[in-house]
């Protein structure tokens, strides 16, 4: 198990960019497959963007493709979430999640660990 610490949220207008980071503690960051997740009040946890351990595959969720970019740095133990063109509907807590394995899912319950969250709210 790995722990995990978002940071980069805050307060963007619409349209606008941010860059979140999640750092991992561990020697084995390379082993898991990394997700981003984001939950907004009164709604469920949805899948945002996925990258496997290796960073050689992506996957995103159709209202992001094109916007979000998902990345990894191994030798930092760190993931990121680049978000472009962001919307006021996207305003909610972001989470990374770890899977260790290869490959990700966008299913929340093959994710073990999940960091605090960090909040991301977008303005009209």
């Known amino acids: 198990q790995v722990d995990l610490v978002e940071s980069g949220g805050g307060l963007v207008q619409a349209g606008g960019s941010l860059r979140l980071s999640c750092a991992a503690s561990g020697r084995t960051f390379n082993s898991y497959a990394m997700g981003w997740f984001r939950q907004a009040p009164g709604k469920e946890r949805e899948f945002v963007a996925g990258i496997s351990s290796s960073g050689g595959n992506t996957y995103y969720a159709d209202s992001v493709k094109g916007r979000f970019f998902i990345s990894r740095d191994n030798a930092k133990n760190t993931a990121y979430l680049q978000m472009n063109n962001l919307k006021p509907e996207e305003t909610a807590i972001y989470y990374c999640?770890?899977?260790?394995?290869?490959?990700?899912?966008?299913?929340?319950?093959?994710?073990?660990?999940w960091g605090q969250g960090t909040q991301v709210t977008v303005s009209s």
């Open positions: 999640a770890a899977r260790p394995a290869y490959w990700g899912t966008t299913l929340r319950t093959d994710f073990r660990s």
